[in-house]
């Protein structure tokens, strides 16, 4: 998109926010850390929301934690007990449904609290391909999308922080630990605690941000860049992260040869 073309759509979304009492539902990814930018400088009074639950890796909390203080705005972390939600435990094909509704009335009930005006999420006009459930809930329970509604994608929303020096222009997209375990199959607290131990210690072993454990039962199959594939396999550590997944309780630790790519689990 044309520089000017993309500052008259950050304009949309300006005005959207201008004057109002906002709350940003905040995961410190790009999106929302950018809508919380702009919430700071037009609206009112803006709150951002984040919450800390079983699906969410406890190193996404602290540095959205730390990202709202860069940005100076009133920050609250509120926990939801994920797991202790049959309905979302369950895994059906409709979780994100589901999921998405009871965040947004978790938003709506401090939104009451705090007498503010509207509750603003980060979804973008590159995210509605295909089939969004989540995003159905949150249209229906009156949760805005200012960068969907004025037509605003990832890549604009990346060079708005990139301009802005908001030091996450870069950072990768992390889809909840849910999105790692097959339609169907329960979602424990001890499942999801075995998956982030995965993840962290490739992240750990190998500085690779963008990684995925992929729950199959006693199998954890692990899907990284392609580029990194080999260098991970050949690698010294190889064994410490075999150890470290088997220590939670996985029997056979694979690397998957395709690499990563977005809903694999569910395909």
Same mark, same amino acid.
């Given at each position: 998109?044309?520089?000017?073309?993309?500052?008259?759509?950050?304009?949309?979304?300006?005005?959207?926010?201008?004057?109002?009492?906002?709350?940003?539902? #905040?995961?410190?990814?790009?999106?929302?850390?950018?809508?919380?930018?702009?919430?700071?400088?037009?609206?009112?009074?803006?709150?951002?929301?984040?919450?800390?639950?079983?699906?969410?890796?406890?190193?996404?909390?602290?540095?959205?934690?730390?990202?709202?203080?860069?940005?100076?705005?009133?920050?609250?972390?509120?926990?939801?007990?994920?797991?202790?939600?049959?309905?979302?435990?369950?895994?059906?094909?409709?979780?994100?449904?589901?999921?998405?509704?009871?965040?947004?009335?978790?938003?709506?009930?401090? @939104?009451?609290?705090?007498?503010?005006?509207?509750?603003?999420?980060?979804?973008?006009?590159?995210?509605?391909?295909?089939?969004?459930?989540?995003?159905?809930? @949150?249209?229906?329970?009156?949760?805005?999308?200012? #960068?969907?509604?004025?037509?605003?994608?990832?890549?604009? *929303?990346?060079?708005?922080?990139?301009?802005?020096?908001?030091? *996450?222009?870069?950072?990768?997209?992390?889809?909840?630990?849910?999105?790692? #375990?097959?339609?169907?199959?329960?979602?424990?607290?001890?499942?999801?605690?075995? *998956?982030?131990?995965?993840?962290?210690?490739?992240?750990?072993?190998?500085?690779?941000?963008?990684?995925?454990?992929?729950?199959?039962?006693?199998?954890?199959?692990?899907? @990284?860049?392609?580029?990194? *594939?080999?260098?991970?396999?050949?690698?010294?550590?190889?064994?410490?992260?075999?150890?470290?997944?088997?220590?939670?309780?996985?029997?056979?630790?694979?690397?998957?040869?395709?690499?990563?790519?977005?809903?694999?689990?569910?395909?």
């Amino acid at each position: 998109m044309a520089e000017r073309d993309r500052e008259h759509r950050f304009d949309e979304v300006r005005d959207m926010l201008r004057g109002k009492r906002v709350i940003v539902a #905040f995961s410190g990814g790009v999106d929302s850390t950018v809508l919380a930018h702009i919430a700071a400088e037009v609206a009112t009074e803006t709150l951002l929301l984040t919450i800390d639950m079983q699906t969410v890796p406890q190193f996404e909390i602290d540095q959205a934690v730390d990202l709202a203080g860069r940005l100076g705005v009133e920050h609250k972390v509120t926990r939801f007990n994920w797991t202790g939600d049959n309905e979302l435990s369950a895994n059906r094909p409709d979780r994100c449904y589901h999921c998405k509704r009871s965040l947004a009335k978790l938003w709506l009930e401090v @939104l009451r609290e705090r007498e503010m005006d509207l509750v603003v999420e980060g979804t973008n006009a590159t995210d509605v391909r295909g089939h969004r459930p989540g995003l159905e809930a @949150l249209q229906e329970i009156g949760v805005v999308s200012p #960068f969907l509604s004025a037509g605003i994608g990832k890549e604009d *929303i990346r060079a708005y922080a990139r301009e802005r020096s908001l030091g *996450i222009a870069e950072k990768p997209a992390q889809a909840c630990l849910a999105t790692r #375990f097959p339609p169907n199959v329960e979602i424990t607290e001890e499942r999801l605690a075995m *998956i982030e131990t995965v993840e962290n210690t490739v992240r750990e072993l190998y500085d690779i941000e963008c990684v995925r454990a992929r729950y199959h039962g006693d199998l954890v199959r692990i899907e @990284l860049p392609h580029d990194r *594939i080999a260098e991970v396999g050949q690698s010294s550590t190889l064994d410490d992260l075999v150890h470290a997944a088997k220590e939670t309780g996985f029997r056979f630790v694979t690397l998957d040869l395709e690499g990563y790519r977005s809903g694999s689990t569910s395909s």
